[in-house]
């Protein structure tokens, strides 16, 4: 591997975030550039934002693969869901979309398996021996599952249906914020879904992220589940570093890709 950082970036529903990660140790090369998400935010427009960052940082980064994340399932290169982001984004073949636009290989991934992946390799689940499982809590629930260092893609747990409900419609934080709810009140909401998660999964460590994961004192210690509990390091670069690292490890390894790309 080069010694070249490797550009991230994260695309969200307000913002769009990259920067080059120093792949030996996880930090970020230089300051992150932000960019407003298109109002319109289909994956031609959005494409658009990524060349932007992809322009701003080409000095530092070389010719090598980025890797982009999306809310979304993304399955070789194509997304398949859009639960809170434009529904253009639905069987879109979004990799290549962005490859066309910027002339360049991307990884396209989901971006709660990117932020697993940055927790296991340089954060809260860094050499962790068993089953780790992440939630980002935000405007929905994203999860990834980690086993031994493997990330198994796509897990989407946000949308468990939990007492006839889709889980994140009940505890993603953003429902916190819109409900105006108290830690101990979100708390009561956190418990019921990792409860569920814990029947089904049994993993041997949570890993808690998204932006309220910063006040995890306020509202991990009230939680009681078998499992260890504990708020995700890399906070809001996890994404970005961890499409980085996915970006180079596929391109590693294109001898064991299953499907088509690249
Ligand atoms: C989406 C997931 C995403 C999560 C967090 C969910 O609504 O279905 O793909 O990881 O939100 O953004």
């Known amino acids: ?4 950082p490797v550009l991230g970036i994260d695309i969200g529903g307000s913002g769009i975030k990259g920067a080059p990660v120093k792949l030996d140790t996880g930090e970020l090369a230089s300051k992150r550039l932000r960019i407003e998400t298109p109002k319109k935010s289909t994956p031609e427009n959005v494409a658009k934002v990524v060349a932007e960052i992809v322009a701003n940082f080409a000095d530092q980064i070389g010719e090598g693969p980025i890797g982009v994340t999306i809310p979304a399932v993304v399955t070789h290169g194509v997304t398949r869901s859009a639960a809170n982001i434009d529904k253009s984004w639905i069987d879109a073949p979004a990799e290549k979309i962005f490859e066309e636009a ?3 290989d991307i990884y396209l991934v989901n971006d709660a398996d990117a932020a ?3 927790e296991a390799h340089y954060g809260a689940a860094k050499d962790h021996p068993g089953l780790v499982l992440l939630t980002t809590l935000g405007t929905g629930i994203g999860s990834a599952i980690i086993y031994r260092g493997v990330l198994v893609p796509n897990s989407e747990l946000g949308h468990l ?4 409900h889709d889980a994140e419609t009940q505890a ?4 916190k914020d ?3 709810l108290s830690y101990e009140k979100y708390a009561k909401r956190l418990q019921r879904y990792y409860d569920v998660i814990e029947k089904l999964f049994s993993p041997d460590l949570i890993v808690v992220g998204g932006g309220v994961s910063k006040d995890a004192e306020k509202f991990l210690p009230l939680l009681k ?3 260890e509990i504990v708020p995700a390091k890399l906070l809001n670069s996890a994404g970005i570093v961890g499409a980085a690292w996915l970006a180079v490890d596929r391109f590693q ?3 064991l890709l299953v499907g088509s790309k690249p």
């Open 178 to 180: 819109k409900l105006g």
């Open 225 to 227: 589940l078998k499992a």
């Open 116 to 118: 697993g992946a940055a």
């Open 253 to 255: 390894h294109q001898d």
């Open 172 to 175: 993603a934080s953003s429902v």
């Open 1 to 4: 591997m080069s010694d070249r």
């Open 102 to 104: 910027l002339g360049r």
């Open 161 to 164: 249906e939990i007492d006839g």
